[in-house]
């Protein structure tokens, strides 16, 4: 038997770990994938109470313990809240292909929503990214209902 | 007997093979809502909140975070059990008990619909030996299904009567899956997965949720015209490994049961009981579980539902509710057995309800071939 020391490698048992799901996305994600593909519109969801406009949508406001209420349309402009510049190599869930390094990466709150929202940023440097700075969604011209028909945040001037 | 913890609140949802018509944060919203409402309290009133799920079913890691706005746990203390509901009632306790809540929420939710369960359930096994061999809850439920039966001569018609059973009482149950009358010429005709295991030997895949109030004392009789108590709680885990354990001999259940037994003050469970509700994923452990529970001697089980004991209208009805053959979410199923006692000894069993019934078993168990074994004794 070996002795676990530096010199002598203990066997490793390479596991890929392959399952399958399908998840159920809910009523409210299923609108907001719909409405985006359709329309391009990016919609929020209202509490009744605290009148918060939450992104992602959902079916209760956890705060007020209640069910969220009318949808409502956000952005498609928005602030960034929190950044950063990603410099190690990411596969795109929607393309399965690696995403160009560095690419930006942010919390950014659209206008209307009291949520902010995690996504891409086109800026990849973290010279030219800051806080507070203004950027607007960019669709893609062939939507499919997932959050790939948003591409990215460009940085916007006004 | 001064038992210190109530059950106030209890919640279930129908047991369906795809609620993908609803996001799993809708029916969890859905029951902790009505045990809140069937408890009297609202979100507030809540001081800590136990979950139970487990990530590889729901698909994501640490998953009982997507809960937190529908369990009402933002700004709360919350924990988490990855395993049976029942084990989650545990918890709830412990925080009870320690003085640090008086009122706990404990929930348990389940999509099967949404992977593969025995795809899954081949994860449970160490992934260096065990699980390239292709083992799961099916294979190895069926290594210990042979074991029982060939050690006192249990028949696959037997264990089949256990399914004719289950199958016919969940049709007083509205929130069954499986519910109908079938015969032991169905069970035994339907395909065989792993020898002596038959489809319909086998729990359903199932989508649900479950959910319970606990209280402490002074609160369990405050929020409570008539709370229901837990009387007697006790746990046990067998050893990991398949081959280090007498399949058969249940140390662990045995262990379980006399801590609840003997907490409950109860010497002869079969008189002194009057209803069970037992997980069992097989046919053939309703049987086994039956019997390490003291129900009846060893290797009896068979014959004490053959005499209908453990029948509607006997000694000690044994899943008036269908039990899991009717409906079995992962984890949600030993937490099921316990709202079904609770309503039980509450009357409210509607169509299902043991007449007088005062004292009622529930069973949870976790891992394989009930590696981890919950019993819990409710009554008024
Ligand atoms: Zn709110």
Redesign the pocket.
């Known amino acids: 038997m070996k002795r676990n020391s530096q010199q002598e490698e203990l066997l490793r048992v390479p596991v890929h770990m392959k399952l399958h799901y399908r998840f159920p996305a809910g009523a409210h994600y299923d609108k907001f994938f719909e409405e985006m593909k359709e329309t391009g519109k990016i919609m929020g969801v209202k ?1 009744p ?2 009148e ?1 406009v939450l992104l992602p949508p959902r079916p209760v ?1 956890g ?2 313990f ?1 069910r969220t209420g009318e949808w409502v349309q956000v952005g498609p402009k928005g602030t960034v809240v929190a950044y950063t510049s990603i410099y190690f190599p990411f596969v795109d869930g929607t393309t399965g292909k690696p995403r160009p390094i560095p690419y930006g990466a942010g919390l950014i709150q659209l206008d209307g929503a009291y949520s902010a929202i995690n996504h891409i940023l086109e800026e990849g440097d973290p010279e030219k990214l800051h806080i507070g700075m203004r950027v607007e969604a960019v669709l893609t011209e062939e939507r499919e209902g997932n959050i790939g028909d948003i591409l990215y945040f460009k940085t916007i001037e006004e | 007997m001064n038992p210190h913890v109530a059950v106030i609140g209890v919640s279930q949802t129908r047991f369906e093979a795809d609620k993908g018509y609803e996001a799993i944060i809708e029916t969890v919203f859905k029951v902790v809502r009505e045990a809140m409402r069937d408890a009297g309290i609202n979100r507030d009133d809540l001081d800590s909140i136990v979950t139970s799920s487990v990530d590889l079913w729901d698909g994501r890691t640490a998953s009982n975070q997507m809960l937190t706005d529908v369990v009402g746990s933002i700004m709360k203390p919350e924990s988490r059990v990855a395993g049976d509901g029942l084990g989650a009632v545990f918890q709830g306790m412990m925080a009870i008990l320690a003085g640090a809540s008086e009122i706990t929420l404990v929930v348990s939710q389940c999509r099967g619909s949404m992977g593969d369960h025995y795809e899954i359930s081949n994860w449970v096994f160490d992934p260096i030996y065990q699980q390239t061999l292709g083992l799961d809850y099916l294979s190895a439920g069926a290594l210990q299904a042979n074991h029982y039966m060939k050690q006192f001569g249990i028949s696959q018609k037997e264990c089949a009567r256990v399914v004719v059973k289950n199958l016919r009482d969940a049709q007083n149950n509205p929130y069954a899956q499986v519910a109908r009358e079938a015969t032991v010429a169905e069970v035994m005709d339907s395909p065989m997965w792993a020898y002596p295991i038959k489809e319909m030997d086998a729990a359903p895949i199932s989508d649900g949720a479950c959910a319970i109030i606990l209280a402490s004392q002074e609160e369990g009789k405050a929020l409570s015209k008539n709370p229901v108590w837990i009387l007697g709680a006790g746990s046990c885990l067998d050893s990991h490994y398949l081959g280090d354990r007498d399949l058969t001999g249940g140390d662990a259940l045995i262990r379980a049961s006399e801590k609840a037994y003997a907490m409950a003050g109860i010497r002869d469970p079969l008189k002194e009981l009057d209803v069970a509700e037992v997980s069992a994923a097989f046919s053939y452990q309703e049987l086994l579980w039956t019997e390490l529970m003291g129900f009846c001697g060893r290797g009896e089980g068979a014959k004490i539902l053959q005499e209908g004991v453990t029948s509607m209208g006997g000694v000690l009805p044994v899943n008036p509710s269908g039990g899991m053959i009717a409906g079995n979410p992962v984890t949600v199923a030993g937490l099921t057995r316990l709202v079904e006692a609770v309503l039980q000894v509450r009357g409210e069993g509607e169509a299902r309800q043991v007449r007088g019934a005062r004292r009622a078993l529930a069973h949870g168990t976790t891992g394989c071939c009930g590696q981890g074994q919950y019993v819990m004794i409710v009554g008024n």
């Open positions: 509490c109470e605290c918060r406001c705060e007020c209640v």
